[in-house]
């Protein structure tokens, strides 16, 4: 059974940082790409970043490129998302998921995912 499972997520003050984790089991995920959504209240779900196995494609929103990172452990089946320059706009439920093909994970739903971590940024 394919379990994903976040943390990291909590309150913190606008221009501050969190780093959100989410570790994987049930499947060898190595080959598989990587993301993270996420979703405010009453908007739809978003796409925030994905990075596929080797980390040779990785893609940001434009809303948080060049103050997000997104990075992976193979080793450890675990993909981190480093979330730095907080703002009030990036409140939401953050989710992880995985897919094997990178662009289904990008563009369309992916196959796997988390229960989600709430991140909340005061202004």
């Known amino acids: 059974q394919v379990q994903l499972v976040e943390s990291g997520g909590g309150l913190v003050q606008a221009g501050g940082s969190l780093r959100l984790s989410c570790a994987a089991s049930?499947?060898?995920?190595?080959?598989?790409?990587m993301g993270w959504f996420r979703q405010a209240p009453g908007k739809e779900r978003e796409f925030v970043a994905a990075?596929?196995?080797?980390?040779?494609?990785?893609y940001y929103a434009d809303s948080v490129k060049g103050r997000f990172t997104i990075s992976r452990d193979n080793a450890k089946n675990t993909v981190y998302l480093q979330m730095n320059s907080l703002k009030s706009e990036d409140t939401a439920v953050y989710y992880c998921?995985?897919?094997?093909?990178?662009?289904?994970?990008?563009?369309?739903?992916?196959?796997?995912w988390g229960q989600g971590t709430q991140v909340t940024v005061s202004s």
């Open positions: 049930g499947h060898a995920f190595s080959s598989y790409a």
């Open positions: 998921a995985v897919d094997h093909d990178f662009w289904v994970l990008r563009f369309g739903v992916p196959a796997y």
């Open positions: 990075r596929n196995w080797s980390g040779g494609n990785t």
